[in-house]
């Protein structure tokens, strides 16, 4: 299979995939389960290539195996969190917005601003494991940097993801904004252990050569969780709502780990 034949076919699963789940959306008038499809549809698009591109090797393996340890932990937990909270109300709040500001009908919202708009950016970011199953071959060096970085990577975020729930659980965090284990170095574990994920699979992806053309998809992910979707989001709301987060701000660095300030 050609490289432009894959991308048109895993082009095209995207679109079906989106279109379907935007039709599920109409039905029970929520959005908000796209985010885990977030995840599990680049353990799609990484298997689709995966059977695409001929014979197995130790680099496709490794792509197909780390994509999914990641992708079906996170969608899953997407999905057990949509299902205990309900809506998201970042999207009801969008959506809300659409409909009374622009005059749109919660059907052509949903279509434009979330499913239409999340299909493309899916499959770009999804490129690594895409474009580096092209050519097979063992894997090197680099590979195996690129591996230890997205298995770094499924634990950072695994861990941060869990201690979150837990801080949660207590009804008496409400308020207070965590500020411990791995919450005490960066104030957003999830979103770093998601890049180191993402740049280590780009790095597995790079040594089959054409991989190297997949850098859009790391540089991309690292753009909306740091200026985009993620953190300007999520830091903006819990500014307006917890009264302790600009003191967590001042002395918890953004996304890099590191020491928090003292004082």
Known sequence: MTIAVLLLQNALIVAVCFAVLWLIALRIRDVSFVDAWWALGMVVLAWSSFFGTGAPSPRKFLLVVLCSLWGVRLGGYLLWRWRKNGPDRRYQTMLGKAQSERGMSFARG?????????????????????????????????????????????????????????????????????????????????????????????LIAAESGIGIWALPGPVLLTFLLTRWSGMPTIEGRLRRKKPGYEDYVRRTPAFVPWLPKQG
């Open 110 to 202: 949903a279509l434009q601003l979330v499913f239409a708009l999340q299909a493309p950016l899916q499959f770009v970011v999804a490129l690594p494991v895409q474009l580096g199953q092209i050519g097979g071959g063992a894997v090197g060096a680099v590979g195996l940097a690129g591996g230890a970085l997205a298995i770094v990577g499924i634990l950072f975020e695994s861990v941060g993801d869990w201690q979150l729930v837990r801080f949660k659980s207590e009804a008496a965090n409400r308020e207070r904004v965590l500020d411990k284990g791995l919450w005490r170095f960066t104030r957003h574990p999830n979103y770093f252990g998601d890049c180191c994920v993402w740049w280590g699979l780009y």
